[in-house]
């Protein structure tokens, strides 16, 4: 307990980056209403890209049966990140997990 009472504003900065970083969503799906349309997922722009080859893994398609993989197949750079997308899909299927809930 000695170790809390020394440390109490680490916690106290902890908390306050937290608040700061879900105030945004809060305020703009309040005000914004049925308009709102939430926030990306993964938190990148191209994450619909990256989504779909988890969604492929995890309704057991292979992922290179994907036009844009099969095109750019001598492009060694887009190869980077498909194992990892591969095994977060698996996991979504092993687990029983909706899109919505893979992470």
Do not use: C
Request: hydrophobic fraction near 45%; charged fraction near 20%.
């Amino acid at each position: 307990m000695s170790a809390f009472k020394k440390y109490w504003w680490v916690v106290g900065i902890a908390l306050l980056a937290g608040f700061l970083h879900i105030v945004p969503y809060l305020y703009f799906q309040n005000n914004l209403g049925d308009e709102y349309q939430g926030i990306f997922m993964a938190g990148t722009y191209d994450e619909d890209a990256y989504l779909t080859f988890i969604n492929q893994a995890r309704v057991d398609k292979s992922s290179f049966d994907n036009p844009y993989i099969f095109e750019n197949r001598n492009d060694r750079i887009n190869f980077r990140y498909y194992f990892l997308e591969t095994l977060a899909g698996w996991k979504a299927r092993v687990l029983g997990l909706p899109m919505d809930k893979v992470g």
